[in-house]
């Protein structure tokens, strides 16, 4: 069965630093493009991070440029996202997700999510 598995959020203060993992199982994790999206209490979802699945392109969102790095290990199933500089508006619950198309039809996986809070 599909999972994705995240670990590594918990609790800092302004301006430390965290590193999410996320594992992927019973897919062909090379094949797909790897994201991070987050959601705070009463907004959207939002793309934080996405790399392709042969890492040649990265995309951040304006709020984390600069500050959060993705990266992936096709050879291990994993994602990270790196999480540096944080700030308070960084709380939110971070969802790692797994996307393909093919021929119009999408492939699409979530985890969990794991909870980052960033207080002082």
């Known amino acids: 069965q599909v999972q994705l598995v995240e670990s590594g959020g918990g609790l800092v203060q302004p301006g430390g630093s965290l590193r999410l993992s996320c594992i992927g199982s019973g897919f062909t994790f090379n094949n797909y493009a790897t994201s991070w999206y987050r959601q705070a209490p009463g907004k959207e979802r939002e793309l934080v991070a996405l790399?392709?699945?042969?890492?040649?392109?990265?995309t951040y969102a304006g709020s984390v440029k600069g500050r959060f790095t993705i990266s992936r290990d096709n050879a291990k199933n994993t994602v990270w996202l790196q999480m540096n500089s944080l700030k308070p508006e960084d709380t939110a619950v971070y969802y790692c997700?797994?996307?393909?198309?093919?021929?119009?039809?999408?492939?699409?996986?979530w985890g969990q999510g794991t909870q980052v809070t960033v207080s002082s």
């Open positions: 997700n797994a996307y393909l198309i093919i021929n119009g039809r999408p492939y699409n996986y």
């Open positions: 790399i392709t699945s042969d890492r040649s392109s990265r």
